[in-house]
């Protein structure tokens, strides 16, 4: 795949996919958070599996971030589920994100010239 697969904003090398369980999901605020989630710069995809109720993700870490998700899931009334196992994955997801937006602004430094010789040195 390549970046062109993707939606506009969504680079392949930043792209992560996340299953969130949620709690206090109805009809009505289902489709909002679909809705405001899907118009995010970043978001590849959203969708909702109805019989685990899990919310699906997948976004350029470096636009989104798991706070914003779940800001906008809780402005609706609704929340991540507070089970250990979400917390769990809450905590690894933030910890991933973290580190694919630090590295995406990392510039890689690589100096293959050879070092110079010191003043001093029999080498010259």
């Known amino acids: 795949?390549?970046?062109?697969?993707?939606?506009?904003?969504?680079?392949?090398?930043?792209?992560?996919?996340r299953h969130l369980k949620l709690e206090g999901i109805t009809a009505k605020n289902k489709q909002v958070i679909l809705d405001k989630i899907d118009r995010i710069i970043g978001i590849d995809s959203v969708s909702f599996d109805e019989d685990t109720a899990t919310l699906n993700l997948a976004y350029d870490a470096t636009h989104c971030d798991l706070d914003l998700f779940q800001q906008l899931i809780q402005e609706e009334g609704a929340d991540l589920s507070h089970s250990?196992?979400?917390?769990?994955?809450?905590?690894?997801?933030?910890?991933?994100?973290?580190?694919?937006?630090?590295?995406?602004?990392?510039?890689p430094y690589?100096?293959?010239?050879?070092?110079?010789?010191?003043?001093?040195?029999?080498k010259h």
């Open 110 to 122: 690589c100096n293959n010239a050879l070092p110079k010789a010191l003043p001093g040195s029999r």
């Open 84 to 107: 250990m196992w979400t917390r769990v994955k809450e905590g690894y997801y933030k910890y991933v994100d973290q580190n694919v937006k630090d590295n995406s602004e990392h510039d």
């Open 1 to 17: 795949m390549s970046d062109l697969d993707h939606r506009g904003g969504v680079k392949e090398v930043n792209l992560v996919v």
